[in-house]
């Protein structure tokens, strides 16, 4: 069974920062990209950023670029976004899950299985 835990977010200022963090339980974690994604009010839910099997390669949204960074730990089957300089157009519920994609095609997930999200409010 597949199931991700998301945590860490809350409310910030502009110009904040916030870890977020998903414990995934998945079969061959080891082996799998994984990504972060969010949804915001009345939007679809779109690609933030991905890590590689191997933490080795990241790819990111333009809009984050810059400000954000993902980051995976294989022995603990762990996925971290840290955001930094926050925006309120940041304001979303953030998601991860089993990526698939590269640089070259859009990125996507390998799971229809969502977790609950954690929110974040990022305000002006």
């Known amino acids: 069974q597949v199931q991700f835990l998301e945590s860490g977010g809350g409310a910030v200022q502009a110009g904040g920062s916030l870890r977020l963090s998903c414990a995934a339980s998945?079969?061959?974690?080891?082996?799998?990209?994984m990504g972060w994604f969010r949804q915001a009010p009345g939007k679809d839910r779109e690609f933030v950023a991905a890590?590689?099997?191997?933490?080795?390669?990241?790819f990111y949204a333009d809009s984050v670029k810059g400000r954000f960074t993902i980051s995976k730990d294989n022995a603990k089957n762990m996925v971290y976004l840290q955001m930094s300089d926050l925006r309120p157009e940041d304001t979303a519920v953030y998601y991860c899950n089993a990526a698939s994609g590269s640089s070259k095609r859009p990125w996507g997930t390998r799971y229809n299985a969502w977790g609950k999200g954690t929110q974040v409010n990022g305000s002006s």
């Open positions: 998945m079969p061959d974690f080891n082996s799998y990209a």
């Open positions: 890590v590689s099997w191997n933490g080795g390669a990241t």
